[in-house]
């Protein structure tokens, strides 16, 4: 379970349960990570899965050089067949933008160390529609964008996506029930032109980050 004393809520809309929260201080953070859930899961597990992946890249429990951002910030589908309807990543598109532009301009003049860290967003199921919607209608600021699980991106292709850095993406086995097919191109696929995650060794934990730790450990710390 997330450690409380180092949880931040960043951002809270009780009119329809909208909510960011930060395993540690992104402004003080060298490494940061962005998460956009998918297909609605509750508040509980979707905090439980970032504060794991926290813990596999963290040099230890008191590691404040990384920080781990739920962003929950929009109405997510609760069902593979309300996923079909791009109306749910439509209006999270501009504040995911302005929430990663942001992130930059805090930690410029309030951080720990006056300067930007490494951001890195992790789009998960549904997750992924946002941030291609995002990248592609409003920029998306940031270091390296990862598709992990998406069905598709709501672009034909990685060129479509306005992003300063490298793109990457997993199968879409590890997805939250999104159908394929409806939003474009699976964002693992070669036409897509996203660089292709593989796969690690099996789990039967339902982490979805386990299989492709060793990868986004690499990519979130700038050792890919």
């Avoid at 504060?51 to 963290?58: F, W």
């Avoid at 996203?194 to 986004?216: C, H, T």
Wanted: hydrophobic content about 40%; some cysteine.
């Amino acid at each position: 379970m997330p450690d409380n004393d180092r949880m931040l809520l960043l951002g809270f809309h009780p009119e329809d349960l909208r909510v960011i929260l930060a395993r540690n201080n992104p402004d003080d953070a060298r490494h940061v990570v962005v998460i956009i859930p998918g297909i609605g899961r509750s508040l509980d597990e979707h905090t439980g899965q970032a504060e794991d992946l926290y813990r596999k890249v963290a040099a230890g429990p008191d590691d404040d050089s990384v920080s781990v951002i739920t962003w929950a910030d929009y109405v997510a589908p609760e069902s593979a067949r309300e996923a079909r309807d791009p109306a749910f990543a439509v209006p999270a598109a501009p504040r995911l933008a302005s929430f990663l532009a942001g992130l930059r301009v805090t930690a410029k003049q309030f951080g720990r160390h006056k300067k930007a860290a490494r951001i890195v967003v992790v789009a998960r199921g549904y997750g992924g529609l946002v941030a291609g919607l995002t990248g592609r209608d409003h920029g998306l600021d940031a270091d390296a964008l990862v598709f992990l699980g998406c069905a598709a991106a709501g672009v034909e292709t990685a060129s479509e996506l306005r992003i300063g850095g490298p793109v990457y993406a997993t199968p879409s086995d590890a997805g939250d029930g999104t159908p394929l097919g409806i939003h474009g191109p699976r964002p693992d696929s070669p036409a897509f032109g996203a660089q292709p995650l593989r796969p690690g060794p099996l789990s039967f934990r339902s982490d979805p980050f386990v299989r492709y730790l060793p990868s986004l450990r690499r990519i979130i710390l700038d050792k890919a």
